[in-house]
Antibody, heavy 119, light 111 residues
């Protein structure tokens, strides 16, 4: 069964840092592009970042560019999001998501991990 | 950035009746490869999103055939032929033609 499971969400102060992790199973992780998408409480979806299988094509939303870094370890079937200079507006559930190969969409989502930025 | 606008924001529906959601993009979603990368996702309460439709009209695996997508250029539609109680939730359109990928604001479908 295809699964992605996020972890690492926590309460952090403004200006702080946090690293989210996502472990994948049930598919050949290195064959798939991956994404992070977030959802602020009671709000809609916001795409955050993308990384291809070889980690040589990385994209970010303008709202996180320069503060967040996406990475992956294919040997560990793991995706990461390192977040720094966190702001109150970064408070959200962060979803790890698998790309629908060759079709530019997202076909699998984790349950999400909550990041709360507050003093 | 491509802005996605959905209408309506909220849609009361009656089981057994059809429902329709519109999505408009601020610029054409036709990719340089000729494909149009517009998807529809459903998010039930307390759940992560679920892919329904990709490339405008292709139904994802396991999605009931009462869901269909259509559209061209900047105007797209998700139709539910006969709404069922389990279809309650928020529906999002998403464009993946160009980074950053962007979502519509969501349409809440409620019985």
């Amino acid at each position: 069964e295809v699964q992605v499971v996020e972890s690492g969400g926590n309460l952090v102060q403004p200006g702080g840092s946090l690293r989210l992790s996502c472990v994948a199973s049930g598919f050949i992780f290195s064959d798939y592009n991956m994404h992070w998408v977030r959802q602020a409480p009671g709000k809609g979806l916001e795409w955050v970042s993308h990384i291809n299988g070889g980690s040589n094509d990385i994209q970010y939303a303008d709202s996180v560019e320069g503060r967040f870094t996406i990475s992956r370890d294919n040997a560990k079937n793991s995706l990461y999001l390192h977040m720094s200079s966190l702001r109150v507006e970064d408070t959200a559930v962060y979803f790890c998501a698998r790309d629908l190969r060759d079709n530019y969409s997202i076909d699998r989502w984790g349950q999400g991990t909550l990041v709360t930025v507050s003093s | 950035e491509i802005v996605m606008t959905q209408t309506p924001i909220s849609s009361p529906v009656t089981p057994g009746q059809p429902a329709s959601i519109s999505c408009r993009s601020s610029e054409s979603l036709v990719h340089s490869d000729g494909n149009t990368y517009l998807s529809w996702l459903q998010q039930r309460p307390g759940q992560p999103p679920r892919l329904l439709i990709y490339k405008t009209s292709k139904r994802f695996s396991g999605v009931p055939d009462r869901f269909s997508g259509s559209g061209v250029g900047t105007d797209f539609t998700l139709e539910i032929s006969r709404v069922e109680a389990e279809d309650v939730g928020v529906y999002y359109c998403m464009q993946a033609t160009q980074f950053p990928w962007t979502f519509g604001q969501g349409t809440k479908v409620e019985i």
